[in-house]
């Protein structure tokens, strides 16, 4: 099969974000079997990987969205630290943690990560809302830390990727050499940290429509593979480590996200995005294997959060994304406070 030309970008549209809110980005159907760009059979080398770069667009201000709320925390509860730039734009993209200044080594540390997609805005906007509202309440409890947007190029562009063609969330494995630029600064700021107890970690995500148009079809192309569709799963789910699986901790947690939005059932298979569910609205991967976010501690509760935002369900919107993501969060904190 020849090249598909990419010379002529997706039609994008975007509507204007409200508090951060995930824009609609529409985006030209794509056949199941090919992308605009690169050639069955071929995994994509420099020249696909730029074709795609120059075809990337901003979106929404980092500053505007993210930024400019972390600057407005509580400073008697938080500290806002810098632990590294982004080397495409170090001034514009700094890479930003939220921190609490209660700190003490003999408590366990807990850590919520959003944006490592940085598409999916309610995994930063949802991390956002808990510092703003619920972690006062955990201070006292825990070390807090939060890195709300993980992957900054990323959210200004509603991109999954960074700007080398790397997902993010398979380059936190052990091998420096499948590390992105963003994970290496987490790791690097983390060894500044000396955590004695990694106690939970969170890492906020979505799953959606887009998925399927645009970013799916564009993994396989350039690994030079085929795609096949998959079923979007329509609301929450959670997905735990399958080596050390914690089913009352995400059992927990799905009861608080209930209280905001519904979970996801199962496919005709009995699946979710083709994972075995092992209980209602989970499913478990081995998230060191596959290099995850969710892995970077070490620590035992850990947990990727789905939303689904594009759902037709009533009452489904960015707010209610948000707050499910919050209640993920506070549902995991107050889990192992019982244990």
């Avoid at 960074?162 to 050499?177: A, I, K, Q, T, V």
């Avoid at 593979?225 to 789910?237: E, H, N």
């Amino acid at each position: 099969m020849s090249a598909i030309s990419a010379s002529k970008p997706p039609q994008i549209r975007t509507s204007e974000a409200k508090d951060g809110f995930r824009p609609m980005r529409k985006i030209e159907s794509v056949a199941a079997d090919k992308y605009r760009i690169g050639q069955i059979g071929k995994p994509w080398g420099p020249s696909e990987k730029a074709q795609w770069l120059a075809q990337t667009v901003v979106h929404r201000s980092y500053q505007e969205e993210v930024v400019s709320k972390l600057r407005k925390l509580d400073k008697q509860t938080f500290t806002v630290v810098q632990y590294g730039a982004l080397q495409s734009d170090p001034q514009r993209l700094p890479l930003l943690a939220v921190v609490s200044n209660q700190w003490n080594d003999d408590r366990p540390t807990v850590l919520v990560t959003g944006g490592v997609h940085g598409y999916e805005t309610s995994g930063v906007q949802g991390a956002i809302l808990f510092l703003q509202t619920s972690a006062k309440n955990y201070v006292s409890k825990f070390n807090v830390v939060v890195i709300p947007c993980v992957s900054p190029w990323g959210y200004e562009r509603i991109e999954r990727w960074n700007c080398s063609c790397l997902d993010p969330n398979r380059s936190f494995g052990p091998d420096p050499s499948t590390h992105s630029e963003e994970s290496a600064a987490i790791k690097a700021f983390f060894q500044t940290l000396n955590v004695k107890n990694w106690l939970v970690h969170v890492d906020c995500h979505e799953t959606t429509d887009t998925d399927e148009t645009e970013y799916m079809p564009a993994r396989a192309a350039l690994n030079g593979a085929l795609y096949k569709r998959c079923t979007i799963p329509d609301g929450f789910y959670l997905v735990g480590n399958s080596i050390d699986p914690t089913p009352e901790f995400h059992a927990f947690m799905i009861r608080y996200v209930r209280e905001v939005t519904h979970i996801a059932p199962p496919d005709s298979d009995g699946t979710i995005i083709e994972e075995p569910v092992t209980q209602d609205g989970v499913i478990e991967v081995p998230v060191d294997k596959l290099g995850l976010c969710a892995s970077v501690t070490g620590c035992r509760y850990n947990t990727t959060t789905e939303v689904y935002p594009d759902s037709k369900r009533q009452g489904v919107d960015g707010d209610q994304c948000n707050r499910a993501q919050r209640a993920a969060i506070t549902g995991a904190l107050d889990y192992v406070l019982t244990v």
